[in-house]
């Protein structure tokens, strides 16, 4: 590689499975049990493989460790302050690009979470679904209550935080008052179509359909569209670049190419690591992060598999696609799999986004957005310009 372009890469960790919750859905459900976590000398040589392969690389590079469970914050406070510390002396120079998140159900939160959140930790996710009732702990009870007041006191403390909220048929007759509560409390959301579960029939009863799913991304978006205020919504505001894309003068189409790069891994508790698409399927397993240099792992036969199927998926669905070179095609290569959209013989659907791509642009061309004469963002007339042009989203 030679150009200097900025990428960023993110490595989800799974730090342990233990939970305190049993969400009904969750894709963790048999292992919330096992506290076994990652040791802090794992962590070391993790890190020492992931700065060794990109400080040889010609260009500079954003890491996101993204600490995810199981509940992370279940783990000692001192755990994540230590690790921190290491990452500052193995990344040397790159410890600047290094950036840590967590993802958590917000359950747990003392002084010392408090602290960490606010010092050590540079972004906090909170899983929330507001309504369907579905993240319950062992007792079978609602964990809103709770997780709401925590999320106040994140407030009171000024703790900049996101929500993440599961769409289920549970909670999908609720989407205008789910949008109103975030648009209120002036937090950014991202709504997650449910994803496939830890077994067979575990989802029996909230399930949705693709369909259902686009429908939801229309509503949401109109809300958007139409808010005083509104808030960031994701993946809605993502979809309004690609499809703005296409107005601009000399914008430069944008392909996945997994072959050259890596947005994201995800690292079990053993030290295991995957493509997003292919979590926990041994045979697309890159390798042991634990004990094997990243270099190794980008050249595995796993790794190899994980990028033809992705490229499979991607000549079925999106090079026929009227959207693609706006779209990257990152939704097809790397989302499909896990909603579910995928046939037997490896040939991916794209119902969801080519949807709401549509539906986007039909809405932005009646209300003179996008103007189907010229063909030219109406860049000067509405928010839209400042509030999404400007920001860096990933097509
Ligand atoms: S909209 Fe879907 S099919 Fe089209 S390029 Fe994007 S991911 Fe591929």
């Known amino acids: 590689m030679t150009s200097k372009e900025r990428k960023r890469v993110q490595f989800v960790i799974k730090s342990s499975k233990f939970c305190n919750l049993r969400c009904r859905y969750c894709y963790e459900y048999a292992e919330l049990g096992n506290r076994e976590a990652i040791a802090p000398e794992q962590l070391d040589k993790m890190y020492a493989h992931i700065a060794s392969y990109y400080n040889r690389l010609d260009r500079p590079v954003d890491i996101q460790f993204i600490w995810h469970g199981g509940e992370p914050l279940l783990q000692h406070p001192d755990y994540y302050w230590r690790t921190f510390d290491r990452q500052q002396q193995i990344f040397g120079e790159l410890a600047s690009s290094v950036t840590n998140t967590v993802q958590t159900n917000l359950t747990v939160l003392n002084n010392k979470h408090i602290h960490l959140l606010r010092e050590g930790f540079d972004g906090v996710g909170v899983s929330v679904d507001l309504f369907g009732g579905l993240r319950v702990n062992q007792a079978n009870k609602d964990s809103l209550q709770v997780v709401l007041a925590n999320m106040d006191r994140l407030q009171s403390e000024k703790i900049n935080f996101g929500c993440i909220t599961v769409l289920t048929k549970l909670n999908l007759p609720y989407l205008e008052e789910i949008y109103r509560f975030y648009e209120k409390i002036k937090i950014p959301f991202r709504v997650l179509p449910l994803f496939n579960g830890a077994f067979d029939g575990q989802h029996q009863g909230y399930e949705i359909s693709a369909n259902e799913v686009l429908n939801a991304y229309r509503t949401l978006f109109d809300l958007w569209l139409e808010s005083k205020s509104p808030v960031r919504v994701r993946p809605i505001i993502d ?100 909603h579910n959209q995928i046939d037997a013989d490896g040939n991916a659907q794209c119902t969801k986004e080519k949807g709401i791509f549509q539906y986007i642009e039909k809405r932005f061309k009646e209300t003179g957005i996008i103007n189907p004469i010229t063909r030219k963002v109406n860049m000067n007339q509405d928010y839209i310009s400042k509030h999404i042009l400007g920001l860096d989203i990933p097509g």
């Open 239 to 338: 979809y309004i670049k690609p499809v703005i894309r296409h107005y601009i003068p000399n914008a430069q189409p944008d392909f996945y190419n997994k072959r050259e790069w890596e947005y994201m891994y995800l690292v079990n508790v053993n030290g295991d690591i995957y493509s997003y698409a292919d979590a926990y399927n041994s045979e697309f397993c890159h390798g042991n992060l634990f004990e094997t240099p990243l270099e190794n792992i980008v050249l595995s036969a796993g790794h190899e598999k994980a990028i033809m199927a992705a490229e499979k998926r991607m000549a079925s669905a999106c090079h026929s696609c009227e959207y693609f070179g706006r779209c990257s095609g990152y939704p097809v290569a790397e989302e499909s799999v896990i």
